[in-house]
Structure formats: C-alpha cells, structure tokens
C-alpha cells in the first residue's frame, strides 16, 4: 500500500510504530506544559489553605473575590484599558496597512522594515521613557509646554487611564499591521476598482468596499490584539501602579507579591483572566472560519491598482514619521539622556557638563547584573531553540500526518494563546511547589515558562512553511529505506530552516523582553535582564535603569533588523 500525506504502509509496521510513538511523546509533552499547570491552577482556586497546608475544597475564595464591589470596579477598568487600547492599535494599524498595500506613500520598503521595530522595545521601558517624558513632575514635554505657555500645572498627565490606553494602544499597533496589511495584499482590489469605475470616491470605496470585505480579518486582529491586552503587565506595572490604577494583571502580581500573600484569591483572578482570553480565543476561532466567506482570491494573476495621493503623499510619510517618533526615537533619546547623567535632570545646557558613560560602567558593578546576563543569554539560546524543535515535530503531525490525535494536538499546541504571561508564572509556582519536581527557584522552572509562552506562535509559523513542502521530497527517503527520523532530520529540517530561523529569532526576541511570564517565579539566582530593569525602576535607580534599558533596546532592535533580513529570504 501507499504511503501518502504522512499515512504509512500497512508494510512498514516499524516505521508506523516509530512515528506513533512520537506522536504519542509529544502529546504528552503538550499535556505536561500546558494542561497540567492549568489543571493545579484550578485546583488551586477551590483551596482553602495556604501551600503546604491541609486544606479543603471550597467556594470561598471565588465567594471573596465576587463577593468585593472592587472586583467589578476591577474588570470594568480592564475592559476599558483593553477595548480602547485596541481600538486605538486596529485604528492606526488599518491606516498604515492601507498606506503601504494601497497607495503610492514614499519609501515603503524603509516602512516595512521599520513597522515591526516598535515590537522590539520592551514594554516596561516604553512606560519608562514616556514616564520621563510626560511625568508631571520632572516630564521633558511638560515642563517646556508649561515654560512656553506660562502654566502653572502640567498639561498632560501620563500617570491615567487614558496615558495608559495612550500607551498600550502604540504599542501594540505593529501586531495590528502585521495582521491587516496580509489581508490588503491577499485581496483581489476588482471589487475596489469596480468601485471606482461607478463614481465612487476615495473614501468611499475604502469604507464601503476594502473594509467591508475585509472586516472579519480585521475583527480577529481587533481580537488578537484585544487578548494581549487583556493580559498586558509591563504597562499598567509601570502606569498603573504609581496611579492606582489597577488591571487584573497587575493585581494578580500586587496580590501574589505582596505579604500576606492569599494564594486562593491569587488563582482565582488568575482562572478569571484565563476565562476571559479563553472566551476572545473561541470568537477569534469563529472569526477566522467565516473568513472563508468573504474570500476575494481567485486563480488569476492580478495587481493592485496604486492610489495617487499626490501632495497628501508626504502628508502620510508624515504621520508614519510622527509614529515612530513617538514609539521609538523619543523614549530611547530620553532614555539615553538620562543614563549618562549621575541623577535624572531634565535636559539644560547646565545638565551638559555631568554627562558620562560611567553608569555603563557601573551597571556591571552591580551584584546581579552579570548573572541576570548569563541566565538571560542562556534561556534566549536554549528556550527558542527547543521549542522550535518541538514545534517541528508537533507541526509535521498536524499538517502531513493522518494520525488519530493530531486534531488535538492542534488545539493544544493553540491554547497558550489564551494563557496570560503572568497566568502562566501562577500556574507554574502552584505545579512545582507541590509536585516532587526539584526545580522550583532553579532557572529550568523559567525555561518551562517561555518555553510553554511560545508554542503557541512557534507551531503556527511552522504550520505555515510545512504546508509548503511537497510530500514528494519525503517519499523520495522513505523509497531509498530511510527512516522517518532520519527523513526528518536530513530532508524536512533543512527545508524548512529559512521558517525555523525566523521563527526562532522572533521567540528569542520574546524571551528576552518577557516580564509577565517570570516575574512570579524567578529567584535571586534565576533573575534575569528585563526583570532587574523591573527592580531597578521601583527602587528609583533611573540611571541605572535607562543605561540598562538602553543596551536592551539597541540589542533587540538589531535583532529585529536582523530577522527582517532573514524573512526576505524565506522560502
């Protein structure tokens, strides 16, 4: 009998019997990583006792929990802080995906490439430059609008809901984009065209046609980024927490952090929030297959008719210009002030003479900076490179095999995507503080959260590459007697490196910034990078923190560029 897409030869009981075991070993492993803390976590929430405690299964910490006016308060400011800041992200992210698909904008290439570096600056370290931006008290944009109009009180006041949303909504408008401008590129513009052969203007055409027929990707890029804001940390940490401005996420840490800590109420938000982005994973899931609906894609070759914006083009250069600004140049320029300067001083000519680089010098001084360095080194080689081999395996089930249990692994493999970062590290500390597994404050309880945090993203980039690889090129092995694990290794690997590399770049990037995922799990041997930044702000060691952050953007920024280079060379 054939073997075909994956199915083997009643023949090749061997070779059959390999890959079901492995298909069984990585089932397992995905029930380890994901299932298994998610299953203590809520068993956690019904617990009437500390750790370590006997205790009881009962109602009472949900009972507490909803039980508080301020719960409610709670999730009415998270709903807030997350529908507006993704309104705000899908509103510029469709602007600029329109512009660069669309028009005849200058410079579109540069554009591209520079459209994902936003991503790259840590989220804690954006809150921090624009904290130092628009602070108040000692905010450079504050202090020379008040000095120009003569106020007595700062204009703008970055510690709000609003200087939040403001915030957030920035950030997250390079994922937005990456999600939109697909759709506009993958769109048949007949229609649009069509549009404007009846007498339909810009603008209309582009209200009543372009977005109507591209609303359900822009609804589930709406959602997509609407989950990362639910469970958005670094932000409302840096805003919220100086203004008492409270979202779930960052009460989930002010709650697990701060004695006496009430482990029960903890998981309980915990569960709360993991509904919430469960629930937006199903509507997205929805979303994404009514899609098929509104396909415009046919067999036919076509090509975009581009918009002539004429003089309003440099008006959208503009704008693209001012984003940038506003994301990138001016938190990393008032970062950098302000790591040369022995204290923080807004920028003066005085201020000029006590500039330095000795806080560059110093940082290394510090008594964990060279360990947070080494074990964030060591997790951005190792987790990445892991979880993409587990992916690799865990795709090639999913895309070319037939094999009962494949379908479930799909869903398994998706569902850290409905897991919050700072869910993950609560789920992890109640696992290993009760399962007879010794690595609880060692480095490998960390190594399990990013990895755990990434197969989401990891499978669905392999995903995509193993559809594009003929099954003829495998057959070519298993006919000349190989091996599926020698097929793998030797034909399916190598062809999908150009994938892999991207997608393993794009992983270390995020274990390099992540904050989320270990700020509750991490011990003063296990600290890394992005939280001694974390450490070093709320101790209010600006120079410190700014000469530190500087190296990370400069580092993760070139990292970017770099996986720019690789994916215009994928295959």
């Avoid at 890959?19 to 380890?32: M, R």
């Avoid at 400011?77 to 660069?100: D, E, K, N, P």
């Avoid at 980039?461 to 092995?477: P, W």
């Amino acid at each position: 009998m054939a073997r075909k897409h994956g199915l083997v030869s009643v023949s090749s009981p061997a070779r059959w019997n390999g890959q079901n075991l492995l298909l069984a070993g990585v089932l397992l492993l995905a029930i380890y990583l994901i299932v298994v803390p998610l299953l203590f976590l809520l068993w956690s929430s019904f617990r009437s006792a500390p750790i370590g405690f006997p205790s009881e299964l009962t109602l009472e910490n949900y009972a507490s929990a909803y039980g508080d006016s301020r719960t409610y308060a709670l999730f009415g400011t998270t709903l807030v802080f997350a529908v507006s800041s993704s309104a705000l992200s899908l509103f510029f992210g469709v602007i600029f995906a329109w512009l660069l698909e669309r028009t005849n904008v200058p410079f579109k290439e540069a554009l591209y490439a520079l459209m994902p570096v936003p991503i790259a600056v840590p989220g804690v370290l954006f809150s921090i430059g624009w904290v130092l931006l628009l602070s108040p008290q000692i905010g450079v944009i504050n202090l020379f609008l008040r000095r120009v109009f003569a106020l007595e009180d700062a204009p703008i006041n970055i510690y709000s809901l609003p200087g939040m949303i403001f915030l957030e909504g920035l950030h997250l408008t390079p994922v937005t984009f990456l999600m939109v401008a697909g759709a506009f590129r993958r769109m048949d513009p007949a229609l649009e065209e069509a549009s404007a052969v009846a007498g339909g203007g810009l603008f209309r055409t582009l209200w009543g046609v372009t977005l109507r027929i591209l609303w359900p990707s822009i609804l589930a890029a709406y959602i997509y980024v609407l989950i990362s804001a639910m469970e958005s940390f670094e932000i409302p940490g840096v805003i919220g927490m100086r203004a008492g401005i409270h979202v779930i996420a960052l009460r989930i840490y002010l709650a697990a952090s701060q004695p006496p800590t009430n482990y029960g109420l903890v998981s309980t938000y915990a569960v709360s929030l993991l509904l919430i982005s469960a629930l937006l994973i199903y509507f997205y899931g929805k979303i994404l297959g009514q899609a098929e609906r509104f396909a415009t894609i046919t067999g036919k070759a076509y090509r975009p008719k581009v918009i002539d914006l004429g003089v309003w083009k440099y008006a959208a250069l503009a704008v693209f210009a001012g984003y940038f600004l506003v994301t990138v140049i001016l938190p990393f320029l008032v970062l950098l002030w302000a790591s040369l300067l022995p204290f923080y001083q807004v920028p003066s000519v005085p201020a000029l003479a006590r500039l330095s680089w000795e806080n560059y010098r110093a940082i290394w001084e510090f008594p964990k900076v060279g360990l947070a360095f080494r074990n964030i080194l060591i997790m951005v080689l190792l987790a990445p490179t892991v979880t993409m081999l587990i992916c690799s395996a865990i795709s090639w089930f999913i895309v070319k095999s037939r094999a009962r249990g494949r379908r479930l692994l799909d869903i398994l493999t998706f569902l850290p995507h409905a897991i919050p970062g700072i869910v993950t590290g609560v789920s992890l500390m109640w696992v290993y503080l009760i399962l007879p597994v010794p690595i609880y404050g060692t480095i490998w309880i960390l190594f399990i959260a990013y990895v755990t945090g990434r197969i989401s993203f990891s499978t669905r980039v392999m995903n995509a590459a193993m559809t594009q690889l003929h099954k003829e090129l495998e057959e070519a092995s298993y006919t000349s007697g190989g091996s599926w694990s020698r097929t793998f290794v030797r034909i399916t690997l190598p062809l999908l490196m150009p994938a892999f590399i991207n997608g393993w770049i794009f992983s270390a990037i995020a274990v390099a910034r992540a904050i989320g995922s270990v700020i509750l799990i991490y011990s003063p041997s296990t600290i890394v990078v992005p939280v001694m930044v974390w450490e070093l702000w709320n101790n209010g060691e600006v120079p410190s923190t700014a000469a530190l952050g500087v190296v990370m953007i400069v580092f993760l920024i070139t990292a970017t560029f770099a996986a720019q280079r690789l994916a215009a060379r994928k295959l």
